[in-house]
């Protein structure tokens, strides 16, 4: 089953959703209102798949050898697991992903904590590790923040602190979640539940700054700037977590 996040205020009921539930992506017509709300499938599978398969080439100093295989006893081992709620789209992404051996991909709603402790601490426990090195967040809090709120947002800042010791993240900002709640309206949909009532608004990079390094145990490494999408990258790292080689 997939709902697009933003029809799941809850985390799991679909108010407005008319009749959207246990319905996979594909069954939604292209132009249908879930399409236009949240775009079209295949571009998501892309940038997830893509985004991955880039930063495992990125990260092992392979940027030209996507179509070669997987290289053989490379001397760095490194291991990616990505995750998103939508099972069609890891299902997807499992399917034309490369490097299958280093790059996992797992349907998981991780604010679902009964789904998500025991989830990831086996994938961890498999490499003898408690966290992980580096944590990538590309324009996922705002979704967060909408379907789970001021409190979501909060813990899912505090779950990433405490897995990762350095934590790369692209908040989306204010005027996006704007832009999502007028898409929204536009649809007839009811509005974000939490949307009016987020305290938590404005400058959400400096927000979100401000939440993990005060509240959450990391400094702020670098602000890399805006991506062409003019967001922030911001590279936070844990004042409280020793970097685990594996020697
Ligand atoms: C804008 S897309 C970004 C995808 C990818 N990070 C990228 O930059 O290409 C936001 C993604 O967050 C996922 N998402 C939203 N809420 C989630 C949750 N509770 N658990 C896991 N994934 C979630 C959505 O399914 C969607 O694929």
New binding site residues.
Partial sequence: M?T??EL?PH?GSTPGAQGSQDRSWSDFPLDSPERQL??DLPE?VF??Q??SVALYQHLLGLQDSSSSPEPPGADKELKLLC????PE?IRRAQQSSPFPASISFAS?????PGAREPFLSSFLQRFGRSSFDIG?????T???HL??GDGGLLE?LALLASLCTFLLL?P?PWRCYRAAARRLRRLGRHDFEHFRSLRINGDMAESITRILTQECAMELVCSFGSTSWDRSLLLFRSTTAHPQGSD
């Fill in positions: 997939f697009p996040p799941l985390g949240w775009g998501f940038l997830l893509e985004l995750c998103d709620i939508d789209l998981l709603d991780i604010m679902d990538f967040c590309m324009s996922v705002m979704w967060i379907n789970h899912f692209e989306q």
